[in-house]
């Protein structure tokens, strides 16, 4: 009697799952009832609005501006330590320069006079 329960009680156990399986996927495949809708459609214009385009934009280039300006790179003062070096050279090259030809210059007419 015991086992014959036992037997009963399994078969009850195993159909129950079957049935639920089934149930299960057959609600997967079920179509989903609509939503309610809480509000109002939006209608559809011939007209495109670009404002809110044009704002985005805006904002865009100022975002930019002020990224340039944050993350800027700042000249190094090494740098330009040396290139001021280097322009004081130059002027002294070309000074030097053209001191030489002043004295070449003022030579000349003194050899062709003797």
């Not at 057959?26 to 809110?52: D, K, Y």
């Not at 340039?68 to 322009?87: D, I, T, V």
């Amino acid at each position: 009697a015991v086992l014959n329960y036992a037997m009963e009680r399994l078969r009850f156990v195993t159909l129950l799952s079957v049935l639920l399986s089934l149930l299960a996927s057959a609600a997967a495949f079920a179509p989903v009832a609509r939503q309610l809708v809480t509000h109002a459609p939006v209608e559809w214009s011939p007209v495109v609005m670009m404002g809110c385009r044009r704002n985005a934009k805006k904002e865009k280039r100022k975002r930019n501006s002020d990224n340039m300006r944050r993350f800027r790179k700042h000249g190094n003062q090494k740098n330009s330590a040396l290139q001021a070096k280097r322009e004081t050279r130059k002027e002294e090259e070309v000074e030097f320069m053209s001191s030489l030809f002043h004295f070449a210059m003022d030579e000349e007419p003194q050899e062709q006079k003797k």
